[in-house]
């Protein structure tokens, strides 16, 4: 087998007794080791050239018999034998088909269009939703929204919204001449809870220590926000350093704007639109603090984006829910909207 193999990508020296062969198939590339020897020939020319194709299939095929492996050699196109199962189960109930050929979407497309399969049941997997942008028209199966203080620009086209308020936060940095002792290694991140809420972060890499004031500022919308600091929120935050950790002090290096996006509960928003009938539309809104958490939540996303559900319990951050269904008679006041300066 090795000979027959090196023998089609055009190496003719071959010694039996020595030979351990290893077949590598890349991308673009087929990788052949009978040692002493290796070559490798991109996968186009070698696919290309006479009946190598089928003797490559021939050749592996009895390989993997040899070790115990059914194999079953297709006979008419194989882009059409994998569509038939697709086609059958269709007649039963939704059906996904997951296939890294194009080739698949006109086939299936025109088994449509013969009758052989139902629209809603095997197209509208491969496209049910339309999203148009300034770039243009795209089709997929489900949308997911992650549009920040724009949810509800996003949303808005839905005829959907979430009760949020937006407001203009800001985070500032010192050169501490103490920064030693404030590195990752030996301080912690800390959050402070009083009439004001304070969060601080360690030295990392070049940057200094850094303090917050916890949903402090005014209430803006994305069109009317600044870039600009408070200098008022600045002096109270250094005041709050003064009296409680003053070595964290040092000149100011600059501060930073941004904008929270909370709910009345200050909790994610991770669900479906199924309750406004847009089940494909998936929608994840992080109330400020959804970055601490962006690896779980893109597996959530992803996972509900392709199979339409997820392992993780995201019962507490329905559409539904209270806060953002029902906000004129929520009533947990755990979280006050303004902080008291």
Not at 26 to 55: W, Y
Not at 206 to 227: C, F, H, I, Q, W
Request: charged share 20%.
């Amino acid at each position: 087998m090795a000979q027959q193999l090196l023998s089609l990508m055009g190496t003719k020296t071959y010694h039996p007794q020595k030979t351990t062969l290893m077949i590598g198939v890349s991308r673009d590339t087929i990788h052949c080791s009978a040692s002493p020897q290796q070559c490798s020939v991109g996968k186009n020319e070698f696919l290309s050239m006479g009946n190598n194709k089928q003797m490559l299939i021939n050749i592996i095929s009895s390989s993997l018999r040899d070790i115990g492996c059914d194999v079953i050699n297709c006979e008419g196109d194989a882009e059409c034998e994998i569509m038939h199962p697709a086609i059958a189960a269709s007649e039963y109930g939704s059906t996904t088909l997951i296939g890294e050929d194009t080739d698949l979407i006109p086939i299936l497309q025109l088994q449509y269009i013969m009758g052989l399969c139902s629209e809603e049941n095997v197209l509208s997997e491969l496209c049910s939703e339309e999203v148009y942008t300034a770039q243009g028209r795209h089709s997929c199966r489900r949308v997911v929204i992650t549009s920040g203080s724009w949810t509800n620009h996003v949303l808005g086209s839905l005829g959907a919204r979430i009760p949020l308020k937006v407001t203009q936060e800001q985070v500032t940095y010192y050169a501490t001449p103490h920064i030693k002792q404030f590195t990752k290694e030996r301080f912690p991140v800390f959050i402070f809870h009083g009439d004001v809420d304070y969060y601080g972060m360690p030295c990392h890499v070049n940057s200094g220590s850094k303090l917050g004031m916890d949903n402090a500022g005014p209430e803006v919308t994305p069109e009317t926000r600044t870039y600009d600091p408070c200098p008022v929120r600045e002096n109270h935050a250094k005041a709050f350093l003064e009296k409680h950790i003053p070595t964290f002090l040092g000149p100011k290096m600059y501060t930073k704007t941004c904008l929270y996006d909370m709910t009345l509960d200050r909790d994610f928003v991770v669900d479906s639109l199924a309750c406004r009938g847009k089940s494909q539309v998936i929608i994840c809104n992080g109330a400020a603090h959804a970055f601490k958490f962006s690896c779980l939540l893109g597996k959530i996303l992803s996972q509900l984006a392709i199979d339409g559900s997820t392992e993780y319990d995201i019962s507490g951050f329905r559409f539904d829910r209270p806060a953002i269904a029902d906000p004129d008679n929520y009533r947990d006041k755990s979280f006050s909207w303004y902080a008291k300066l």
